[in-house]
């Protein structure tokens, strides 16, 4: 399979590269990095710390759509809606690891994906689908006796908050509870906030370091409280997934699709 990667140059770029390289099945057909960038014109490979592969990086993402059978996108909203629709018209297979979209970005990529197969999820790693799974059934199983509160961690230089992770988790509880997240949840603390709200859903951001990613989720009853915890050590387990995703894809007929898909949870 003819893998592009978006932004090749950057952490998650590079360790795309290393992981599609390395695993069978596929071929690494070319990566974008902005116009202007430093990294246009050099070897994909030398890039990530390989040997050179002998395929460069453009600043031209139709000519990748065009030359893919599937293309992992880790940029940004703004550019991630413009590839969605760049996906669709070359119906190429779009991985979507980008988060903080809004709804307009977010339409974009519906429509999208009535054209082609488009695979996005607020997280690609095994680990963290797996916890979506377990907080679903764990907030279906408990009355909204049990407040739940969600704990998130990321390196200092993450520009969303809360981060997209998180928000996928609430979205897990919500829909246990048979409630939509945006009218339960509460994302800021500040000052005398009276007393907690039966039913509501919480945040906590962090920031600082270089943390890849730790998240945790609460449930808080009286007596007792579960949690369920996920930390992620390396970016690998995003390339990992994204590359299974994209493989998962490639006889997929068009539909947005999710992680849970990929791995039949």
């Known amino acids: 399979m003819k893998i592009g ?15 599609i390289t390395a695993t069978a099945g596929c071929t690494l057909i070319g990566g974008t990095d902005k116009v202007g960038g430093e990294a246009i014109g050099k070897d994909l490979g030398l890039l990530a710390g390989l040997d050179a592969l002998g395929v460069v990086a453009i600043d031209d ?12 996108d880790f940029s940004n909203p703004e550019a991630t809606e413009r590839h969605a629709a760049l996906a669709a018209q070359a119906e ?5 690891g ?11 990529i519906v429509q999208a994906a009535t054209h082609t197969a488009i695979i ?21 199983s408990l009355d909204d006796g049990y407040d739940i509160e969600i704990l998130e961690m990321h390196h200092r230089n993450k520009v969303d908050a809360p981060s997209g992770t998180a928000l996928g988790l609430g979205r897990a509880a ?11 949840w509460q994302k800021t603390r500040d000052g005398i906030t009276g007393a907690r709200p039966r039913g509501e ?3 906590a951001t962090l920031r600082g370091g270089d943390v890849i990613g730790d ?25 990992k997934g994204a590359v299974r995703a994209a493989l998962w894809a490639r006889d997929k007929t068009p539909g947005l699709y999710s992680m849970k898909d990929v791995l039949g949870l």
């Open 5 to 19: 990667v978006i932004g090749c140059a950057g952490r998650m770029g590079q360790m795309l590269v290393r992981e």
């Open 61 to 72: 993402p139709v000519a990748l759509f065009a030359q893919a059978d599937a293309v992992i």
């Open 92 to 96: 190429t297979v779009l991985v979507i």
């Open 98 to 108: 980008t988060t903080g979209l809004n709804p307009s970005q977010q339409a974009t």
């Open 120 to 140: 996005q999820s607020p997280n690609m790693s095994l680990g963290v689908n797996l916890l979506l799974a377990l907080v679903e059934q764990v907030a279906r």
């Open 174 to 184: 919500a829909a246990g509870r048979g409630v939509a997240l945006e009218d339960v």
């Open 201 to 203: 859903i919480g945040f």
């Open 215 to 239: 998240h945790v989720v609460m449930f808080a009853g009286d007596g007792e409280r579960i949690e369920l915890t996920h930390k992620g050590s390396g970016r690998q387990i995003y390339a």
